[in-house]
């Protein structure tokens, strides 16, 4: 009895830890929760801030993002509906954390804090006086009959109690079936509303996929590319001109900036004196010096005479 006893308080101890691990699977978060809670509990709130749930977190994101595309962008609207469902699952996956909280926890709890721990405290007690009556009774003939007689009466009520208390644990296991009970419906219960809104999710995504198949794909245009004319600088742009011009064909750029083969042919056609430029004729020799005289004379009448 008292080794099932044992194996009870065991199990009841290790379910507690994983259900509440089941339920809030983030160390990191389960830490800054179980700290808040204390805190709310030494400033008297009453109200105590709840577990961020996966859910939540993930329908917050999606309808962010769903936002910032628009209505416009079929994603986006399904980012939104997705969102939105998501949310909805976080406040039914709170309401299983409740129940099974107020169902299934608190009640093994209860029998953690004061029936096991009572009946740890009977085992105890029983195994101290059990020490004190096998020393006495080891000393029999030294002491007192009446000193042994009451050590054995200790030890047969402290067993008695403990035995009881076992007896009565044990045979009331079946109120731990009903909690286990209660953790399986609060769980029922959760999926149902899950699969709910799983399924109107599902089918609302499906006719949007049916609405976007039939609407009519929008072509893609793109804007006339402008061209600029960097030919003539504009000094009062910093030489820039942005005008825009209109668009001329390769060939016909290239053609109008080469000279024709028939303009060729007929530069070569011309002898080379004709290419060289036409200057005055100079006047001849005598005429020149005799003019120079006549230029030195106006300035210097004695050059006339000595002529």
């Known amino acids: 009895m008292e080794k099932k006893v044992d194996v009870t308080s065991k199990a009841v101890t290790e379910v507690l830890t994983r259900t509440i691990e089941y339920l809030q699977p983030n160390p990191a978060s389960r830490a800054k929760l179980t700290m808040l809670n204390t805190m709310s509990k030494i400033r008297g709130q009453v109200k105590n801030p709840g577990y961020p749930q996966s859910e939540g977190l993930l329908g917050e994101c999606m309808i962010r993002y769903g936002k910032e595309l628009g209505e416009d962008s079929n994603f986006g609207d399904a980012l939104l509906d997705a969102g939105e469902s998501m949310k909805r699952l976080a406040e039914v996956k709170d309401s299983l954390d409740?129940?099974?909280?107020?169902?299934?926890?608190?009640?093994?709890?209860?029998?953690?804090?004061?029936?096991?721990?009572?009946?740890?405290?009977?085992?105890?007690?029983?195994?101290?006086?059990?020490?004190?009556?096998?020393?006495?009774?080891?000393?029999?003939?030294?002491?007192?009959?009446?000193?042994?007689?009451?050590a054995m009466e200790k030890f047969e009520e402290s067993k008695e109690v403990a035995e009881t208390s076992m007896h009565n644990l044990l045979e009331t296991d079946i109120e731990q079936v009903s909690q286990l009970s209660a953790l399986v419906d609060a769980q029922l219960d959760y999926h149902r509303q899950a699969v709910q809104i799983l399924d109107e999710l599902a089918e609302k995504l499906k006719r949007r996929m049916r609405e976007a198949s039939s609407r009519p794909k929008r072509e893609y245009k793109p804007k006339p590319r402008e061209t600029y004319d960097f030919r003539e600088p504009d000094q009062s742009n910093g030489g820039f001109s942005c005008t825009p011009t209109p668009?001329?064909?390769?060939?016909?750029?290239?053609?109008?900036?080469?000279?024709?083969?028939?303009?060729?042919?007929?530069?070569?056609?011309f002898p080379p004196s004709a290419l060289l430029p036409v200057w005055p004729p100079l006047p001849d020799p005598p005429a020149c010096s005799s003019l120079l005289l006549l230029l030195l004379g106006a300035a210097h009448p004695s050059v006339l005479s000595l002529s």
């Open 98 to 150: 409740i129940e099974v909280k107020q169902n299934f926890i608190d009640p093994l709890q209860n029998l953690c804090d004061k029936d096991l721990k009572e009946i740890q405290h009977h085992l105890k007690k029983l195994e101290g006086r059990r020490l004190d009556f096998d020393y006495k009774k080891k000393r029999q003939g030294k002491i007192p009959d009446e000193e042994l007689r009451q």
């Open 247 to 269: 668009k001329v064909s390769a060939s016909t750029s290239f053609r109008s900036d080469k000279p024709s083969r028939a303009s060729v042919r007929s530069i070569r056609e």
